[in-house]
């Protein structure tokens, strides 16, 4: 440790926050899923995880709370919590994590973007086209995946219209 109070460390630029509120509201399904007996809901993790800078400039979680509201449905976990809930709070938390990665880095930024793009190449651009031969291999499966994507991974809402 450098010695410093934690408001130090923040000036500094030692102490960073994940907020993954986004995942607020989600739908999550049941377990088990499709079996005979009595389904539960699956919970999803809405943390917040304070990190922190060490002096050997390694990024290490000093805390982590699972809920957006702070009281005694979710307590805030730390290191001095004892081995085991440590490590089941970093586990919830990571999980959190990489649902927020699937679904905005990966599902959003990637496949979701880029579909326009792979229209407007295939629509727009003739095959001679320098662009279209540049692009065309990046973006050749694009429109088949995203489609299949919705079909099967994106949760289906239907709406009915009382006349």
Not at 40 to 46: I, N, R
Request: aromatic content about 10%; proline content about 7%.
């Amino acid at each position: 440790t450098r010695g410093l109070t934690l408001e130090e460390e923040i000036m500094q630029g030692n102490i960073y926050l994940i907020n993954h509120d986004i995942l607020e509201g989600v739908p999550t399904g049941n377990y088990p899923c499709g079996g005979a007996g009595e389904e539960m809901k699956l919970d999803l993790a809405v943390p917040l995880c304070l990190l922190y800078i060490g002096a050997d400039d390694r990024l290490r979680p000093i805390a982590i709370q699972l809920g957006q509201e702070p009281g005694p449905k979710f307590p805030i976990w730390t290191p001095n919590d004892g081995e085991y809930a440590w490590l089941l709070a970093k586990i919830w938390f990571r999980n959190a994590d990489y649902q927020v990665h699937q679904m905005v880095s990966h599902l959003a930024y990637t496949h979701l973007l880029i579909e326009p793009f792979a229209v407007a190449t295939f629509r727009c651009l003739p095959p001679q086209h320098p662009i279209h031969k540049l692009l065309r291999e990046h973006l050749q499966f694009v429109i088949a995946i995203n489609t299949i994507g919705r079909a099967r991974l994106i949760t289906k809402v239907e709406y009915t219209i009382d006349s």
